[in-house]
């Protein structure tokens, strides 16, 4: 530190300011779309659960059946697609991207079904009769 440091602090608050505004803002806006939209994805194969993988994070899921590659989840910018699939007619690939609680891509063929669900159980209630 020298005779300048007064005028060097007062620029670095102001950084910091900007900074935490940005880190303020950032966070609120993560917040606000993970309120809006379904955090998790959970992918079944023939009825059961192969996995569930949070939608922040982006990653490329191949989903293995019988060691083999038939389809693969690739979560992108908070979105789900089917990037490729074994099946003939390619239906799922089409179904397009899902982010929002309750959608779902499907592929009949491989019998894979990849839906936005909350991080939470679901609940029982009485639509179950
Ligand atoms: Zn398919």
Redesign the pocket.
């Known amino acids: 530190m020298n005779g300048m440091s007064k005028y060097v602090r007062k620029n670095d608050i102001i950084l910091l300011s900007c900074i935490a505004v940005l880190i303020f803002v950032s966070f609120g806006l993560r917040i606000h779309s993970m309120m809006n939209n379904g955090s998790t994805i959970e992918i079944t194969v023939d009825g059961k659960v192969y996995g569930r993988y949070a939608l922040e994070q982006d990653q490329r899921i191949p989903v293995e059946i019988d060691d083999e590659t038939k389809?693969i989840v690739v979560i992108a910018d908070g979105e789900a697609y089917?990037a490729e699939?074994?099946?003939p007619?390619?239906?799922?690939?089409h179904q397009g991207r899902i982010e929002s609680r309750s959608q779902s891509i499907v592929?009949?063929?491989?019998r894979?079904i990849v839906t936005v669900v909350d991080g939470e159980e679901p609940e029982i209630d009485s639509m179950t009769d």
């Open positions: 389809n089917m699939a074994s099946c007619d390619k239906l799922c690939i592929c009949l063929p491989n894979v």
